[in-house]
């Protein structure tokens, strides 16, 4: 693949999910690098860490995409974009966040529609079918 996001980042509780995740991205060669977070604070300290560097890196490291767990324990996926919301206009850049389950429900996804910071919520795993959907839509022209 030509072009390449920057940055992927996933952010989901199950290793095995993020594991399953990494490699279908990095099958699709569709991204640079992969970064993985197991929990919303965590993700969130990442996106506020990147943006606060002042090297080439940054570029490299702050994600165009993030795959966001809907459930996971304690702060979920609802919780991080409640959070995200608070700090989304210090970042230069605005990542498409596609929120990830195994259980969408019709609520989750009228909720999902009428978020600003939600792009998309989609069923769990990740596949390639997917993430080229995923792709095409969100970054059209790159892929």
Same mark, same amino acid.
């Given at each position: /693949?030509? %072009?390449?996001?920057?940055? *992927?980042?996933?952010?989901?509780?199950?290793?095995?999910?993020?594991?399953?995740?990494?490699?279908? !991205?990095?099958?699709?060669?569709?991204?640079? %690098?992969?970064?993985? &977070?197991?929990?919303?604070?965590? $993700?969130?300290?990442?996106? *506020?860490?990147?943006?606060?560097?002042?090297?080439?890196?940054?570029? @490299?490291? @702050? #994600?165009?995409?993030?795959?966001?767990?809907?459930? /996971? #324990?304690?702060?979920?996926?609802?919780?991080? !974009? =409640?959070?995200?919301? =608070?700090?989304?206009?210090? @970042?230069? &850049?605005?990542?498409?966040? !596609? /929120?990830?389950?195994?259980?969408? %429900?019709?609520?989750?996804? *009228?909720? $999902? /529609?009428?978020?600003?910071?939600?792009?998309?919520?989609?069923? &769990? #795993?990740?596949?390639?079918?997917?993430?080229?959907?995923?792709? *095409?839509?969100?970054? #059209?022209?790159? @892929?």
């Amino acid at each position: /693949m030509d %072009h390449k996001l920057n940055c *992927v980042l996933l952010v989901d509780d199950d290793n095995l999910t993020n594991c399953f995740s990494n490699i279908v !991205i990095k099958e699709a060669g569709c991204a640079s %690098h992969v970064e993985i &977070k197991t929990s919303v604070e965590d $993700a969130l300290a990442y996106l *506020v860490g990147c943006d606060c560097m002042t090297t080439q890196e940054t570029e @490299f490291c @702050f #994600p165009d995409l993030i795959f966001l767990d809907k459930n /996971m #324990p304690g702060k979920g996926g609802w919780d991080f !974009i =409640k959070l995200y919301k =608070k700090l989304k206009d210090k @970042f230069v &850049k605005k990542p498409v966040i !596609i /929120m990830i389950s195994s259980s969408i %429900h019709l609520q989750d996804q *009228v909720k $999902a /529609m009428r978020s600003a910071e939600v792009s998309d919520i989609v069923d &769990k #795993p990740l596949t390639i079918e997917i993430l080229n959907e995923v792709l *095409v839509r969100y970054f #059209p022209g790159t @892929f």
